[in-house]
C-alpha cells in the first residue's frame, strides 16, 4: 500500500515568516513529487513540481527531495495571509502510473 | 486561461439511483482523470482515460464505476447504484501529456459535490 504522510496540523506562522511543510512516502520507487495548494471547498492546485534530489526554488517557494529519506518538503518564504490553505502532497510511483497518491494536507494558517 | 470545468457544482441523489458527472477537459489535452475527495479525507485516484480507453485504475473504480467520451469534448463519470458513502467531492483533471514522464501540470476543474441520500 503506497502511502503519503503528512503533519495535518494546524500549522500557524506568522505573516512574513517562512512557513515549511514536510512529507514522507513509502514508496522507495516514487519518481515525482508535488505540492499542491487547496483552499476549503475547492479543487487542488499546483505549486511546485520536484522529480530530482535537492532543491528547486520557484519565487517565493522551494521544494526539497531527499530520496534517500523518502522525505519532501516545502517551504514558504515571506508568507503571506493568502497562503493560509491546506496544503498537500503528491507522489506518482512511476512504472507507467498515471495516478498521484495524495497526502492528507497539512494546514497553514498565516497569522496577520 | 484555459480551465477544465464539470457539472453539475452539486448533485443529491437517492441511494441507488445513477449519476452521470460530466467534465470538459481543456482542449488540447490527451489525459483525462478522475479524482474523488470524501469530506474532510485525502484526494483519491479514480481513473485515467487516454486514447479513448481506461489507462489506469485504481482499486476504489470497480464495477460501479464507468467513463465515457462520448464525443469530441466531455469526458463522463457514471456511478451506478449509488450508496451513502459515495457522496464525496469529484473531480475531473486533464493534462497536456503524461505527467509522469514530461511533468506537465495536471489542471484540476472545479469539482462536482456529489451527496448521497
Known amino acids: 500500500q503506497k502511502e503519503v504522510e503528512q503533519n495535518s496540523g494546524p500549522l500557524s506562522v506568522p505573516e512574513g515568516a517562512i512557513a515549511s511543510l514536510n512529507c514522507t512516502y513509502s514508496?522507495?520507487?516514487?519518481?515525482?513529487f508535488f505540492w499542491y495548494r487547496q483552499y476549503s471547498g475547492k479543487s487542488p492546485e499546483l505549486i511546485m513540481s520536484?522529480?530530482?534530489?535537492g532543491d528547486k526554488e520557484d519565487g517565493r517557494f522551494t521544494a526539497q527531495l531527499n530520496k534517500a529519506s523518502q522525505y519532501v518538503s516545502l517551504l514558504i518564504r515571506d508568507s503571506q495571509p493568502s497562503d493560509s490553505a491546506t496544503y498537500l502532497c503528491?507522489?506518482?510511483?512511476?512504472?507507467?502510473?498515471?495516478?498521484?497518491?495524495f497526502g492528507k494536507g497539512t494546514h497553514l494558517i498565516i497569522q496577520p | 486561461e484555459p480551465e477544465v470545468t464539470q457539472t453539475p457544482s452539486h448533485q443529491v441523489t437517492q441511494m441507488g439511483q445513477e449519476v452521470i458527472l460530466r467534465c470538459v477537459p481543456i482542449?488540447?489535452?490527451?489525459?483525462f482523470y478522475w479524482y474523488r475527495q470524501i469530506l474532510g479525507q485525502k484526494v483519491e485516484f479514480l481513473v485515467s482515460?487516454?486514447?479513448?480507453?481506461?489507462?489506469?485504475k485504481s482499486e476504489i473504480f470497480d464495477d460501479q464505476f464507468s467513463v465515457e467520451r462520448p464525443d469530441g469534448s466531455n469526458f463522463t463519470l457514471k456511478i451506478r447504484s449509488t450508496k451513502l458513502e459515495d457522496s464525496a467531492m469529484y473531480f475531473c483533471?486533464?493534462?497536456?501529456?503524461?505527467?509522469?514522464?514530461?511533468?506537465?501540470?495536471?489542471?484540476f476543474g472545479e469539482g462536482s459535490w456529489l451527496t448521497v441520500v
Open positions: 483533471a486533464s493534462s497536456e501529456t503524461r505527467q509522469v514522464l514530461t511533468g506537465n501540470t495536471i489542471y
Open positions: 514508496d522507495r520507487g516514487s519518481q515525482s
Open positions: 520536484i522529480y530530482s534530489n
Open positions: 503528491a507522489v506518482n510511483s512511476g512504472g507507467g502510473a498515471d495516478g498521484l497518491t
Open positions: 482542449s488540447n489535452h490527451l489525459y
Open positions: 482515460f487516454y486514447n479513448n480507453e481506461i489507462s489506469e
